[in-house]
C-alpha cells in the first residue's frame, strides 16, 4: 500500500513538472522542470525495484539536463535562458493535438486486451541487462567514458577566452 502511495504522489509530481515545462517562461527553468520530471519517474522505477532502469534514467537525464543548460548559457543571446519567453506556439493546436493523443492512448489502455502472465515473474531488470549488455559490459563503459571525454574537450575547444562585450 505504501509503494502504491508512493508512485502515485511521484506520478503526481512527475505530471505537474512536466506540465510546468511548458507553462514556464524561460529555457532554463523549463530545463529543470523536465528534469525534476524524469528524476521522479526514476523514483518510481526504483521503488517498484527496477533499479537498473532506474539509475539509468536518473544518469542518463541529470547529464542530458546539464549539458542542455551548459549549452544555452553559452549560446542563447539571452543570458542563461533566464530572460521571459513563451515556450508554446499555437496554444489551441496544440492543446486539441495533445487531448487527441491522450484520449488515443488512454482508449488504446484500456480497449487492448492484456496477455494474463503463465507464472511468477523473473528479475526483469536482470534480465534486460543481461540482453542490452550481455558480455559487452566493459564497451559501453569505455564508451560512456570516451562520449563524456568528447563533450568536454568539445565544450573546452569552443569556450571562448574572456568578455567580447
Known sequence: MTLLVLAA???VVAVVTGIGVFVADSMARATFLLLA?????????????????????VLMMTIEMMIMVVFMVMLMMNPAGLEPMTMVH????????????????????????WPVRPGPPGDPTTALGADLMGPQMLTMTVLGLAILATIVGTVAVSATRGSRR
Do not use: Q
Open 9 to 11: 504522489a511521484l506520478g
Open 37 to 57: 520530471s524524469f528524476v521522479a519517474v526514476a523514483v518510481v522505477l526504483l521503488a517498484f525495484g527496477l533499479a537498473y532502469l532506474g539509475i539509468v534514467v
Open 90 to 113: 499555437n496554444r489551441w493546436g496544440a492543446r486539441l493535438i495533445a487531448l487527441a493523443v491522450f484520449a488515443v492512448l488512454a482508449a488504446g489502455a484500456l480497449v487492448v486486451p
